[in-house]
């Protein structure tokens, strides 16, 4: 039974799981000149929701028949090996941190042919060093080539700097925001350090927002 935060896959009609499908419309059409194939999700701060985004939209790109790989990079306190209640003895650090291993990726299959999970595997004692190693890069490359998506799931902004390193080696990050919950200063403050060190910051989404009384009329039908 797949956890009940994956609305995607629970209530697939439901207005949250089409508001995650304009959102991967709108990441697919957002550049002309250079698509985003590779992104990051993170936050400002924990409680967001930036993990359960980075799960519910990857779910709707391998629902649209595109290849996609998610990658738990938060090596800190992951939680999709939760989230999709698989084991995580091997991950994203058993690519990193053993020879050969970057060849043969320990991914996991979901409900979902077209999407694979790669958890964070055993937590390294630098995680800041480890993501912005060279080996990163490459693993990042080896990934790339076997999917068509890849959704990253990363520490909070102002928590660490894990999530700007990373976002430096793919094509852009997704900065998560709750309704409620998260505060102007601090997303501006994030939106401040992603830019001084020049990330490529994609967008933003906002999470448990109201709906319109049109849409939810609508809805009910």
């Known amino acids: 039974m797949p956890d009940p935060n994956l609305i995607t896959l629970t209530d697939p009609r439901s207005p949250v799981a089409e508001a995650y499908r304009t959102l991967r419309t709108n990441l697919m059409f957002s550049s002309v000149d250079r698509a985003i194939r590779v992104l990051v999700v993170s936050s400002a701060v924990p409680g967001e929701g930036k993990s359960t985004a980075a799960a519910n939209l990857a779910v709707t790109l391998a629902q649209s028949g595109q ?3 998610l990658v738990d990079c938060d090596l800190r306190k ?6 999709w209640g698989v084991p995580n003895e091997q991950g ?3 690519m990193l941190l053993e020879t050969g291993a970057r060849d043969r990726p320990p991914l996991q299959p979901t409900a979902l042919d077209s999407l694979s999970l790669l958890t964070s595997g055993p937590l390294p004692p630098n995680p800041a060093d480890v993501i912005g190693s060279r080996r990163m890069e490459e ?8 999917v068509d998506y890849i959704v990253f799931d990363a ?3 102002l928590a660490v700097t894990d999530a700007a390193l990373l ?3 793919t094509d852009g990050l997704l900065l998560v925001l709750r309704a409620g919950v998260s505060r102007r200063d601090q997303t501006a403050r994030a939106k401040q350090e992603l830019e001084r060190v020049n990330v490529p910051l994609i967008g933003a989404v906002l999470l448990d927002a109201p709906r319109d009384a049109s849409v939810r009329a609508y809805y009910s039908n």
Do not use: D, F, M, Y
Not at 139 to 146: H, K, P
């Open 67 to 69: 290849r996609t790989l």
């Open 78 to 83: 992951p939680s999709q090996h939760l989230l």
């Open 92 to 94: 994203l650090t058993t």
């Open 139 to 146: 693993v990042i490359a080896t990934l790339r080539e076997q």
């Open 155 to 157: 520490p909070p902004v």
């Open 167 to 169: 976002a430096l080696k």
